[in-house]
């Protein structure tokens, strides 16, 4: 008892046990008296007993309180992660927003570059060089600048859906600048 009871005592959250602790120091206090005096045995073990069982009161209600303040603390370290993981991910998401706007821009400046223009159909870009030699459905030199730079443009998004026409003059008969259209739009798309 002598031991334990200033051990509690000391406890920098005595004050969490207060009253078990002023219990326990009034029946040390009874037994020390009692040993001075020359108290029977019996009678100085009854309140040492006392008092140690007041200090194990005390010291569990310490105890107790400790754990608690570390659960607390455990847990606002864990909320503090938990929200400094979040903002991680907000802020990676909004980075890749940003990200994907600044792709679609540049796209929509490609598209700008090459002439596109909105319509019901969607964006129309018209090669406006002439890309074929008069009756010839073979690609000019020339001509694969453009067709590469649109190419590019068209791959940053593969889910887009082109279609691809080809145009003749009117010299010839309608069946002969079909199949020539057509020719002319295969030659585009290879």
């Known amino acids: ?4 009871v200033p051990q509690v005592e000391n406890s920098p959250r005595a004050g969490v046990a207060a009253l078990e602790i002023g219990e326990a120091r009034k029946a040390l206090d009874r037994a020390n008296r009692l040993a001075d005096k020359g108290g029977k045995q ?5 309140e040492a007993s006392v008092a140690s069982k007041y200090a194990q009161i005390a010291n569990e209600k310490i105890l107790t309180v400790q754990a608690r303040e570390e659960i607390e603390k455990g847990e606002a370290e864990r909320q503090a992660v938990l929200v400094s993981a979040r903002e991680r ?7 890749q927003a940003q990200s994907a706007e600044e792709r679609a821009k540049a796209l929509e400046r490609e ?9 019901d159909r ?3 870009v018209t090669l406006g ?5 008069t009756a010839k459905a073979t690609l000019k030199p020339g001509a ?6 649109l190419a590019t443009v068209l791959k940053e998004d593969p889910a887009r859906k082109v279609m691809i026409e080809g145009n003749t003059d009117s010299v010839g008969s309608d069946e002969y600048n079909q199949a ?9 798309q290879a």
């Open 129 to 133: 060089d002439v890309l074929f030699d």
């Open 42 to 46: 019996g009678e100085i073990e009854y």
């Open 111 to 119: 598209l700008a570059d090459l002439k596109g223009k909105k319509t």
């Open 144 to 149: 694969y600048a453009t067709i590469d730079r």
């Open 89 to 95: 991910e907000a802020q990676r998401s909004s980075q």
């Open 122 to 124: 969607g964006v129309v």
């Open 180 to 188: 020539l259209s057509e020719r002319r739009a295969a030659s585009v």
């Open 1 to 4: 008892a002598r031991a334990i």
